[in-house]
């Protein structure tokens, strides 16, 4: 019971503290609140995204590659200078003093050229040679070469000359290689016929056999003849 009273009595005490008017000098004002500023609320929003076109083919663009390959440089083949034809001259009839004597002792005569030039602007051969094959006879002693020069579009020519002798092999080959200076006066002809006879001997000279004349196979020519 006396808990219950001591309770009761307190209770009375606090509730006529609150009835008590506010006392001013006891009522101190407090520092004012600033209101602190309120911060706004930014909307979130995400970057625009590529929507893919489900209806187009992804192709991977062609590369190019750089080429490899060297450029190839072509010659040119220069033009070729072809001679002016012109019409010969008919030869004359052979000269009886050319017949072969027979029998023919000759069995065949080679040349190395048909075409004999002369002249600095232009190659081609400055020499002849010949090789004969003879029939072995007892008297035979020398093979010699006769030669003459014929222009071809006129009757000029010169005297049969040379009686160059051939070299041989003891066996029934001769040989003999002419050369463009032992041919006199081929500086006065621009294009001639070298014709030319193998001549067959016994050691006095005397005639035991000639080749078949030749007198228009094989040429002497100048080079501004032959390239004008």
């Known amino acids: 019971m006396k808990k219950l009273a001591l309770i009761l009595a307190v209770v009375f005490a606090l509730s006529g503290c609150t009835s008590l008017p506010a006392i001013p000098f006891l009522q101190t004002s407090g520092p004012a609140q600033t209101a602190s500023p309120q911060r706004t609320a930014t909307p979130y929003s995400l970057d625009p995204t590529n929507t893919p076109d489900l209806f187009v083919l992804n192709t991977i663009a062609p590369t190019t590659t750089p080429s490899t390959e060297t450029a190839v440089v072509t010659n040119t083949a220069l033009p070729t200078l072809t001679a002016t ?42 020499f002849i040679r010949f090789t004969a094959s003879v029939h072995r006879v007892r008297q035979l002693r020398f093979v010699t070469l006769w030669y003459r020069l014929q222009d071809k579009y006129s009757s000029r020519h010169t005297e049969w000359g040379g009686g160059a002798i051939f070299l041989d092999n003891d066996q029934g080959t001769y040989f003999y290689t002419l050369d463009l200076s032992q041919i006199q006066r081929y500086r006065y002809y621009e294009d001639a016929w070298f014709q030319y006879q193998l001549v067959a001997s016994t050691i006095t000279q005397k005639v035991l056999g000639r080749s078949v004349a030749s007198r228009d196979e094989v040429s002497l020519t100048h080079c501004k003849a032959l390239y004008p």
């Open 85 to 126: 034809f012109r019409p010969t001259i008919t030869l004359e009839p052979i000269d009886s003093s050319l017949f072969t004597p027979s029998p023919n002792l000759f069995i065949n005569v080679v040349r190395s050229t048909d075409q004999i030039v002369w002249g600095s602007t232009c190659e081609g051969a400055r």
